[in-house]
């Protein structure tokens, strides 16, 4: 059984920094890959990045400004982000599965319950 459960979203105001964690129970190790993905009010969810066997991956809009970042020792996934801006406003989840990454949410089987983040200008 996989469970995921997001910390660390708050009120930032814009150029502000946060750092989300992602802390993953895993009891049969199946999940080999972890995303971040978000969702604004009246938006579909989009990727944000994603991590698989040491390589990362970014959507455009957060490169340079967002770090992906597996923690093995406590069993985390987090996501580092700088220079916020209000369109990153959004609840952020994080999602894992047993296969390699793709884009696309509906890949994910596994999902957290999302953390707010709320960046104001």
């Known amino acids: 059984q996989v469970q995921l459960v997001e910390s660390g979203g708050e009120s930032v105001q814009a150029g502000g920094s946060l750092r989300l964690s992602c802390a993953i129970s895993?009891?049969?190790?199946?999940?080999?890959?972890w995303a971040w993905f978000r969702q604004a009010p009246g938006k579909q969810r989009e990727g944000v990045a994603a991590?698989?066997?040491?390589?990362?991956y970014y959507a455009d809009s957060v490169k340079g400004r967002f770090t992906i970042s597996q923690d093995s020792a406590k069993n985390t996934v987090n996501l580092q982000m700088n220079s916020l801006k209000p369109e990153d406003t959004a609840t952020y989840y994080c999602a894992a599965d047993s296969r390699p990454p793709l884009v696309e949410s509906t890949w994910y089987n596994y999902w957290g319950q999302g953390t707010q983040v709320t960046v104001s200008s």
């Open positions: 895993d009891s049969t190790g199946v999940t080999v890959s």
């Open positions: 991590i698989y066997g040491g390589s990362t």
